[in-house]
């Protein structure tokens, strides 16, 4: 069986050995989106794969609060806002917010 699991059919013990009750994986899911979350044990998160973030389980609790979850879009070798990089909505890009009016050439 794989280390990363739903969060419905998990139960065993997560990293750092504390453990989440099964019944609670059964009924939690994304405060963002509603939807499932996928636990993994490995890294003890449960995670959103819609809402794109990894919430901690600290001593076999669940934190759901956003503001407590890392975004899965802060992964390495992938482009973040503000780098620059094409529609992160910085300056230059084209895209919205960047003072620039489509068609005006600058």
């Known amino acids: 069986m794989s280390d990363t699991e739903t969060a419905a059919g998990s139960g065993r013990r997560p990293a750092g050995g504390s453990t989440v009750d099964p019944k609670l994986l059964e009924i939690l899911v994304c405060p963002v989106s509603k939807r ?11 995670i959103s794969e819609t809402a794109r973030l990894a919430f901690p389980i600290r001593d076999g609790v669940p934190i759901m609060l956003v ?13 973040h806002p503000g780098d620059g990089q094409p529609g992160d909505g910085q300056p230059g890009d084209g895209q919205p917010g960047d003072g620039q009016q489509p068609g005006d050439g600058r």
């Open 67 to 79: 503001e407590e979850a890392r975004s899965l879009d802060d992964q390495p070798g992938e482009d």
């Open 36 to 46: 499932q979350l996928v636990y993994d044990r490995a890294a003890g998160e449960l």
